[in-house]
């Protein structure tokens, strides 16, 4: 079946980076568009970042545009966030899911002095 798992997330200062990781199975990986999604408490979740399944193409939220990269490495079944000059704003669970397949079980990030 259907897994993803993400990792990396934890503590940070304001201004500081962390990458995260979503490791894929259970799908043929390499065709897959895959995204990011981030949660408040008691919001909904929202559009992070998406990378087509080549690589080529990515698309950003405006609010992480400029900050957050999004990267996959298709021998590895393996998508990457890479989140630099973090605000506290930046706070909340993330998510990577392939589209119609399945979501990850989630990573806190906590940006805070």
């Known amino acids: 079946q259907v897994q993803l798992v993400e990792s990396g997330g934890g503590l940070v200062q304001p201004g500081g980076s962390l990458r995260l990781s979503c490791a894929a199975s259970?799908?043929?990986?390499?065709?897959?568009?895959m995204r990011w999604y981030r949660q408040y408490p008691e919001k909904e979740r929202e559009f992070v970042a998406q990378?087509?399944?080549?690589?080529?193409?990515?698309y950003y939220a405006r609010s992480v545009q400029g900050r957050f990269t999004i990267s996959r490495d298709n021998t590895k079944n393996t998508i990457y966030l890479q989140m630099n000059n973090l605000f506290p704003e930046d706070t909340a669970v993330y998510y990577c899911?392939?589209?119609?397949?399945?979501w990850g079980q989630g990573t806190q990030v906590t940006v805070s002095s």
């Open positions: 259970g799908f043929t990986f390499s065709t897959a568009t």
């Open positions: 990378i087509i399944s080549s690589g080529a193409l990515t």
């Open positions: 899911t392939a589209p119609g397949r399945g």
